[in-house]
């Protein structure tokens, strides 16, 4: 038996009742892009490798254009990606590649060939940052079905945003989002999608989601632009002299200032809202300063 709910993302009580949804209804939560019996097929592929003889599967109500976001029983995370979220994101990411030509360096951020790697590399992403230290949900496995890419982690019961926090929950959290963020580059590695909804907290930590893919010749302007979404993230909310300071006490003076050259390409982002000359002068004087 498969039994579907309705959930806003980010730490809220479902919003309704259970019930089963109407194929209008399943359209408009997955944009178009999985039909009814697709979707229970999945379920019923999901309680069998889950070990499940019923799943309670609830829709996580988010703005994400790249997966159709599933919560299993309380105890699952799950994204259906399909191959036209496979063409959003290879959008999004040449995109991003301008926006780093248009900062002067080359494009950094890779593409995958369809919605299965997509889930690998998520996978493998969170078990890399595991592996160094940080925080993410626990990877469970990643798998082929009827062309879509599904993969499954731990899901955190009662989390948050970073978005729905306080600004003084923000200002609490802005050191350990940079020394988070630190111990993630000195690894060798880069989020490349930094941004409220892709840092949880859960029991009062940080967690890490939605890591993209960035090539590892572009490392060190990967490095710059996570700074720089990083302060644009907290600027707005703690202001700028309190995030340039957050992170000038994990990085130098030349990881600040490749940050500064990210700046306007990142306030064009829709999700990030950042006065970018102020930011950059700011960036400069902390540079110039340290």
Known sequence: MIQFRQRPFGGGKPISVERKWSYVDIREIVRGTVDWDELEEIGAELADRLDQESVRIEFLEADNWLSTPLVIDDRWFVKVITPQNAIVHAVFTGARNLGAYSSGTPGFFNRFAGPVEMGRHELEATERIREIGLNAPAPVEAFEHD?????????????????????????????????????????????????????????????????????????????????????????PRIGVKAAVSAAADGYPASDLLTAKEFIDFISMRPDLDVDAELLKEELEQQAENG
């Not at 090539?215 to 710059?224: H, L, S, T, V, Y």
């Open 147 to 235: 062309g879509y890419g599904i993969v499954v982690l731990e899901y955190l019961p009662d989390f948050r945003t970073f978005d729905a926090l306080s600004d003084t929950a923000v200002e609490a959290f802005a050191d350990e989002l940079f020394a988070a963020l630190k111990l993630m580059h000195d690894n060798g590695l880069a989020h490349g999608d930094l941004r409220g909804e892709n840092v949880l907290i859960a029991d009062d930590e940080l967690y890490f989601i939605d890591a993209t893919a960035v090539d590892e010749d572009g490392i060190e302007e990967a490095r710059g632009y996570d700074i720089g979404c990083a302060l644009a993230v907290l600027a």
